[in-house]
């Protein structure tokens, strides 16, 4: 069977693994994507290839920024700067001898849940990925929707309003993005913005601590928000949360309830149908597993 490589280009790091159409073959460690160096950028793309050269048909990647992947131009490159207005595909096609191809990473998550995972089968829906950022790609009609700019669906320059000393642009991206979740939990502490992880704060939260539990309903509140102004909008069946956060169960639970609780409160005259409310199959390998789809698929 026909193997690839796959890169996942996040804000914080870069993954990748060897993929075919049934599976991940191998993984390789993540890499701190280099925030203000193309060289170094090209550099370890570069390496990684060298690596899985004489194995693999192709090499697929997602990464941040609204993106033509028709043609692999980015338009911005959301946090990497130093990728507005490329054409990175002949960049790397300078050094990598196999076929590319680019697309935007919410909407490598969607294709890879669409095509074998929670959103098999499902007609409107929307996949939100958390994460650094928050990005989000729109299923219409079965298929993916790019919009007339390849910008559609990206939830988190919707404006929005909060109340914490850290949400400074008022978008729905800021206060759904992992950090505000942790930055909400240390400003209910005292506790310096940035020594909080993930796993450090579920533990607490998992174990009951109140502040822990308070922060998590907050942010809750906050996503929720977000949803409902996307199912006014697009009435949609699913929503699918991705990201490194999508591992925990706890936020699930508690997106549900406030979801629940959101539309208990909604005047019954609007008449909005609650979408059903799912963590990606695929977590954190989703960005992956729809870049090889994108790949092999690419006019879809």
């Not at 690839?4 to 990748?16: E, H, P, R, W």
């Not at 939100?128 to 700019?149: E, M, N, P, Q, W």
């Amino acid at each position: 069977m026909a193997e690839y490589l796959a890169v996942d280009i996040g804000g914080s790091s870069i993954k990748y693994a060897l993929v075919n159409e049934e599976e991940i073959v191998e993984r390789g460690r993540k890499i701190q994507t280099p925030l203000d160096d193309i060289e170094e950028f090209l550099r370890i793309l570069f390496r990684i290839y060298d690596r899985f050269a004489d194995r693999i048909e192709g090499v697929a990647i997602a990464a941040p920024g609204r993106i033509d992947s028709r043609k692999g131009y980015f338009y911005h490159g959301g946090a990497l700067t130093y990728l507005y207005h490329m054409d990175l595909i002949s960049i790397l096609q300078t050094h990598i001898r196999c076929p590319i191809s680019i697309e935007n990473d919410a909407r490598c998550a969607a294709l890879a849940e669409l095509w074998k995972g929670s959103m098999k089968d499902v007609k409107n829906g929307i996949v939100i990925v958390i994460g650094t950022g928050v990005g989000s790609a729109l299923i219409i009609d079965g298929k993916l929707y790019r919009g007339s700019h390849f910008s559609a669906g990206e939830a988190g320059n919707m404006v929005a309003v909060m109340n914490r000393p850290f949400y400074t642009d008022g978008t729905f991206g800021r206060f759904a993005r992992s950090h505000a979740l942790l930055d909400t939990y240390a400003d209910l502490r005292g506790i310096p913005y940035g020594e909080i992880g993930g796993k450090w704060f579920f533990q607490r939260a998992n174990r009951g601590e109140r502040a822990a539990r308070e922060a998590l309903r907050e942010y809750a509140v906050a996503v929720t928000n977000g949803i409902l102004s996307i199912q006014a909008l697009l009435d949609l069946e699913k929503v699918a949360i991705g990201g490194g956060f999508s591992s925990e169960p706890l936020l699930l639970d508690c997106l549900k309830k406030e979801l629940n609780d959101s539309y208990g409160r909604i005047d019954p005259h609007f008449a909005l149908e609650c979408p059903e409310l799912v963590f990606c199959e695929f977590g954190n390998d989703a960005n992956l597993i729809g870049a090889l789809y994108h790949h092999l698929h690419p006019e879809e």
